[in-house]
């Protein structure tokens, strides 16, 4: 009996040291500051409403491809539940800052997860990454949000106010701006899959390809989405504007909607203004090319074929164009599209006001 109880007793420790262990690592316990080693820092709160914080750090030569450390205070009223860093190399394009040398919390759209402790007021130690070449620029957005935010629109929840976000710039010798235009080429499959498993949207934002089935965490990414329709062949559409799917006679039934299977709300879904265009798309140099694009009345196009053009403006005002490269036709994971994208990257802090 007694080893019996023994053996019990070693369990029962076991499981609490795995459970231990397992919410340890659910806490920024890797970031918490400050740390005297910086004499940096960056101060957000209540009293500079409607007006944001900023950092310069110029670097030498030897710090080139490092790390610099900055204590970030966040002050609010509000209970703040998550923080946003977005980084801006060059001016190339903005994304979601990752950590590789310390850990943190982080939720699956790239945002840290504030515990308890940091609800109404923290201060963070962090190693921001430093250009890599002699005449770089790095900048990142910082912001907390009350709930699930958008790395394209710091004022969705903005726990301060709307607009309220602190800006760390790291510039290494003269610094760089970049032409304003992210360029990439994409392919993505078909969609309507019944379970919403198929690669079918798109995010502008990080190049990235997403499944509908992915959820709420992820939809505040997603631009447009391609579909291959019975009449309308090769289509593209935006998130909001996407249509049914399966929904074989026209009954509208919710669950084959994109809100219904990512069970993310339809007001959530961004927009995406799209139709055909005669720009030249090889043309496009610089983020000014595309300043006479007007806003499309229309959240879809339909009928593509190889070598079109489209021009568009998407949820956050971004001008950009596409070419169409491949098309397999098909439904489902039997076809695809490819193309060529040229967008405007704008930075956060230019977020019209």
Same mark, same amino acid.
């Given at each position: 009996m007694n080893t019996i109880l023994k053996l019990k007793s070693i369990v029962t420790l076991l499981i609490i040291a795995a459970f231990t262990f397992s919410?340890?690592? =659910? =806490?920024?316990? =890797?970031i918490e500051g400050p740390s005297e080693e910086t004499t940096y820092e960056l101060i957000v709160n209540t009293t500079n409403a409607n007006n944001s914080k900023e950092r310069d750090i110029q670097i030498t030569t030897d710090q080139l491809n490092s790390t610099v450390k900055v204590n970030v205070t966040f002050t609010a009223s509000n209970s703040m539940k998550r923080l946003y860093i977005s980084k801006n190399e060059d001016g190339l394009a903005n994304e979601p800052f990752k950590f590789t040398n310390q850990a943190v919390d982080e939720k699956k759209d790239g945002s840290i997860d504030l515990v308890s402790d940091n609800k109404k007021e923290f201060t963070f130690n962090i190693d921001f990454d430093t250009p890599s070449n002699l005449n770089g620029t790095i900048t990142y957005v910082l912001w907390a949000t009350t709930g699930r935010g958008d790395f394209r629109d710091v004022s969705k929840r903005n726990a301060i106010g709307d607009f309220d976000f602190g800006t760390i710039t790291i510039k290494a010798g003269n610094g760089a701006t970049g032409n304003g235009v992210k360029s990439f080429s994409q392919t993505i499959l078909s969609a309507p899959l019944a379970d919403g498993s198929s690669e079918s949207f798109i995010s502008l934002?990080?190049? *990235?390809?997403?499944k509908i089935n992915q959820g709420e965490e992820y939809a505040a990414f997603w631009d447009f989405g391609y579909y291959y329709g019975a009449t309308g062949k090769a289509s593209l559409a935006s998130a909001s504007n996407y249509p049914m799917l399966f929904d074989t006679d026209n009954d509208e039934i919710a669950d084959a909607s994109v809100a219904g299977i990512s069970g993310v709300a339809q007001e959530e879904l961004n927009n995406f203004y799209i139709t055909t265009s005669t720009i030249d798309f090889d043309s496009i140099t610089n983020a000014s090319d595309l300043d006479e694009i007007s806003?499309? *009345?229309?959240?879809?196009?339909t009928n593509l074929s190889v070598g079109d053009i489209l021009e568009f403006v998407d949820n956050y005002g971004n001008k950009g164009v596409i070419k169409i490269t491949e098309i397999v036709e098909g439904f489902g994971n039997d076809g695809k599209i490819t193309f060529d994208v040229k967008v405007q990257t704008t930075t956060l802090t230019t977020i019209k006001q």
């Amino acid at each position: 009996m007694n080893t019996i109880l023994k053996l019990k007793s070693i369990v029962t420790l076991l499981i609490i040291a795995a459970f231990t262990f397992s919410c340890s690592s =659910d =806490d920024n316990t =890797d970031i918490e500051g400050p740390s005297e080693e910086t004499t940096y820092e960056l101060i957000v709160n209540t009293t500079n409403a409607n007006n944001s914080k900023e950092r310069d750090i110029q670097i030498t030569t030897d710090q080139l491809n490092s790390t610099v450390k900055v204590n970030v205070t966040f002050t609010a009223s509000n209970s703040m539940k998550r923080l946003y860093i977005s980084k801006n190399e060059d001016g190339l394009a903005n994304e979601p800052f990752k950590f590789t040398n310390q850990a943190v919390d982080e939720k699956k759209d790239g945002s840290i997860d504030l515990v308890s402790d940091n609800k109404k007021e923290f201060t963070f130690n962090i190693d921001f990454d430093t250009p890599s070449n002699l005449n770089g620029t790095i900048t990142y957005v910082l912001w907390a949000t009350t709930g699930r935010g958008d790395f394209r629109d710091v004022s969705k929840r903005n726990a301060i106010g709307d607009f309220d976000f602190g800006t760390i710039t790291i510039k290494a010798g003269n610094g760089a701006t970049g032409n304003g235009v992210k360029s990439f080429s994409q392919t993505i499959l078909s969609a309507p899959l019944a379970d919403g498993s198929s690669e079918s949207f798109i995010s502008l934002f990080n190049s *990235t390809i997403y499944k509908i089935n992915q959820g709420e965490e992820y939809a505040a990414f997603w631009d447009f989405g391609y579909y291959y329709g019975a009449t309308g062949k090769a289509s593209l559409a935006s998130a909001s504007n996407y249509p049914m799917l399966f929904d074989t006679d026209n009954d509208e039934i919710a669950d084959a909607s994109v809100a219904g299977i990512s069970g993310v709300a339809q007001e959530e879904l961004n927009n995406f203004y799209i139709t055909t265009s005669t720009i030249d798309f090889d043309s496009i140099t610089n983020a000014s090319d595309l300043d006479e694009i007007s806003v499309p *009345t229309t959240e879809r196009v339909t009928n593509l074929s190889v070598g079109d053009i489209l021009e568009f403006v998407d949820n956050y005002g971004n001008k950009g164009v596409i070419k169409i490269t491949e098309i397999v036709e098909g439904f489902g994971n039997d076809g695809k599209i490819t193309f060529d994208v040229k967008v405007q990257t704008t930075t956060l802090t230019t977020i019209k006001q």
